[in-house]
């Protein structure tokens, strides 16, 4: 009654099935799937066929980050704000230039970079992660102090994980402000800061 | 049944265009969804089901292996309802008594699942046991593992957990539409096939590629099990 097309298949064939079907599989698997999909690349061949650039780490594209909160704003309580903060705002600010900048930090890395800015000078500022990925990072500046002493006080502006981010900053004091990026990745992260207004570059 | 030909035609293009298999699990706008869900949504969890198992190609793989030498229509019904009715057992149990499970090790399973269907069609069993198990009951076992992993998917998203049932049932429902429109297009790829001598042919081949993909799977899964 069952009328079945089955096929028919002896042993040895049955086998070379099962093992043609492994070595395909496996060979997929160490040639491709490892270097794409884990970043693994035990043959080389993610670099050659360019499979491993599409490996992501996990870190750098979810945001499943810990939260941040007051305790992680700014330097400790115990370091007091400088005096020179009330120092009277200049005559003159710094003359507007706009610069770009691209800093490479390396894997689990941060890397600071700030630039000088006088009492209510004015800066324009963006910056992107090259490929996307998420960085920590810490916008904030230090008070200029003629002594300063072993932990300086700063002020944080702003404490995120992000790509990207722009705006407009007005200097709460003068001295240097910037950003702390914290690379969370296990490969090199590049970001391009573009600056316009009234500010200074260290050189 | 001349006629149907023309429907059918249209009706296969429209699943094949629909498809779009780039990712297995849930991409981000669906995410983003489920996450910022309140309450009852029976149409987005029913659209979510659907397009999980569309694009999910373990299932489908599967479902292809155990298809393959079906070749009455009442078979095949018997078949999908015994699939259908494990993983409808296990995703509501699972989700609803809040059962987690690792994602990897039970997708490691469902990979697993499709290596035996196609170790089973080239008469694996006959050959090597002597013995045929019993193949629906087989698809019942397999069939409440992959809904563990329909269960798996839908719990890694801590989403509201108002109106769950009615959202689940959508999901399931969701999944056997997802299921009846790829199999309809498998099967109807099969129905022109079958009538070509090719089909036996290659049918060895079909079902070596078959367990290739599932041992593909199979440390594709293990390996993310063990890394994580």
């Known amino acids: ?203 | 049944m001349k006629m149907d030909h023309k429907k059918l035609f249209i009706f296969s293009l429209l699943c094949f265009l629909s498809v779009s298999i780039y990712a297995h699990g849930v991409d981000d706008a669906t995410q983003a969804f489920l996450l910022g869900n309140k309450g009852i949504a029976f149409g987005p969890f029913l659209y979510i089901g659907a397009k999980h198992m569309i694009t999910g190609y373990d299932h489908l793989l599967f479902l292809i292996g155990v298809i393959f030498f079906l070749y009455k229509k009442k078979e095949i019904l018997i078949y999908i309802s015994f699939f259908t009715l494990g993983h409808s057992a296990t995703l509501l149990f699972g989700v609803l008594s809040d059962i987690q499970m690792n994602a990897y090790l039970i997708d490691a399973i469902i990979a697993a699942s499709i290596i035996y269907k196609g170790f089973d069609n080239l008469g694996g069993f006959k050959q090597i046991f002597g013995k045929q198990p019993n193949t629906k009951v087989a698809v019942l076992i397999f069939g409440l593992f992959h809904g563990f992993g329909l269960a798996t998917k839908l719990q890694e998203f801590k989403f509201d957990k108002d109106g769950l049932l009615v959202n689940l049932l959508g999901f399931n429902l969701g999944v056997e539409i997802g299921q009846f429109l790829a199999l309809g297009f498998v099967l109807i790829l099969f129905d022109f096939w079958r009538r070509h001598n090719s089909f036996i042919k290659f049918s060895k081949i079909t079902n070596t590629v078959l367990m290739a993909a599932g041992f593909l799977l199979l440390a594709f899964q293990l390996t993310g099990y063990f890394l994580n």
């Open chain 1, 1 to 203: 009654m069952e009328k079945k097309n089955q096929l028919v298949v002896n042993k040895k064939q049955l086998l070379k099935s099962i093992v043609i079907a492994f070595i395909i599989g496996g060979l997929v698997f160490v040639t491709a799937v490892l270097p794409a999909e884990y970043g693994k690349d035990p043959i080389g061949t993610g670099k050659f066929f360019g499979f491993s650039k599409l490996y992501t780490n996990e870190n750098s594209n979810q945001l499943n980050f810990k939260k941040i909160e007051f305790k992680d704003v700014g330097s400790p309580s115990n370091i007091i704000k400088p005096l020179e903060a009330n120092n009277p705002v200049p005559v003159k600010q710094f003359d507007l230039i706009q610069d770009s900048i691209t800093l490479n930090i390396p894997a689990k890395k941060g890397i600071e970079y700030k630039v000088q800015i006088r009492k209510y000078g004015s800066v324009k500022y963006e910056w992107h992660s090259q490929n996307k990925e998420i960085v920590f990072l810490d916008f904030h500046g230090e008070v200029a102090e003629k002594n300063p002493p072993k932990e300086v006080f700063y002020e944080s502006y702003t404490v995120a994980y992000s790509n990207n981010m722009a705006g407009t900053f007005t200097a709460p004091f003068k001295g240097k402000h910037g950003w702390y990026f914290k690379n969370l990745s296990n490969k090199e992260i590049t970001i391009t800061i573009k600056l316009k207004g009234q500010y200074k570059l260290f050189n």
